[in-house]
């Protein structure tokens, strides 16, 4: 069995890719809303954090009740018990990557976390 996975992600208005990419210790979605649009519900989670990525064009969050702007290159961090909903801009379309983890999870990252060795 490869230590990898690859998957490619069509143009479509959500790919979630814990199964495509076999995914254990995340969920992450890519995202993309008409202009105009917003995500149908408000929603919340009982122990995971939820990390946005803007990666095209501009819209908003509504998160417990507050207006948050949003452009291509913001990033976001949303805490479980918030009450969140995505919209695009009236005039743009908005395409974001959504990372999805249990919040206080992380034990090590990037160099705490490698193991250096040889090709």
């Given at each position: 069995?490869?230590?990898?996975?690859?998957?490619?992600?069509?143009?479509?208005?959500?790919?979630?890719?814990?199964?495509?990419?076999?995914?254990t210790g995340a969920e992450i979605s890519v995202n993309r809303l008409p202009a105009g649009?917003?995500?149908p519900f408000v929603h919340a989670h009982k122990q995971n954090e939820e990390i946005y990525g803007i990666l095209e064009g501009a819209g908003k969050a509504v998160i417990d009740g507050e207006m948050v702007p949003l452009a291509a290159g913001d990033?976001?961090?949303?805490?479980?018990?918030?009450?969140?909903?995505?919209?695009?801009g009236e005039h743009s379309v908005m395409s974001f990557i959504c990372i999805q983890v249990k919040v206080n999870s992380l034990e090590g990252y990037t160099a705490?976390?490698?193991?250096?060795?040889?090709?």
């Open positions: 069995m490869k230590n990898y996975q690859k998957a490619s992600v069509p143009q479509g208005a959500r790919t979630e890719l814990h199964d495509a990419l076999g995914l649009a917003g995500v990033w976001l961090r949303v805490a479980p018990a918030a009450k969140r909903q995505f919209f695009a705490d976390d490698a193991v250096v060795g040889e090709g």
